[in-house]
């Protein structure tokens, strides 16, 4: 493998744990409020699409203009 192919994949993969780690911490805090404030399931929705938000934010973030 040459090391452009290294590069890439490096990248692939940091996009997609990225994506995960952003919307896994969304969803969790959004559970985790939901128990704590018994406000099911409006947290977890709202939190969740902030994990996506943050994941694209992020995902943009890598790629300069």
């Not at 939190?47 to 300069?64: C, E, M, Q, R, W």
């Amino acid at each position: 493998m040459k090391p452009e192919d290294f590069k890439g994949l490096a990248m692939l993969t940091q996009i997609g744990i990225t994506f995960v780690v952003c919307i896994a911490i969304g969803f969790f805090l959004g559970r985790f409020l939901d128990g704590f404030f018994n406000t099911s399931p409006w947290l977890l929705l709202i939190f969740t699409l902030a994990g996506i938000g943050a994941a694209f934010k992020s995902l943009f973030d890598l790629f300069p203009k």
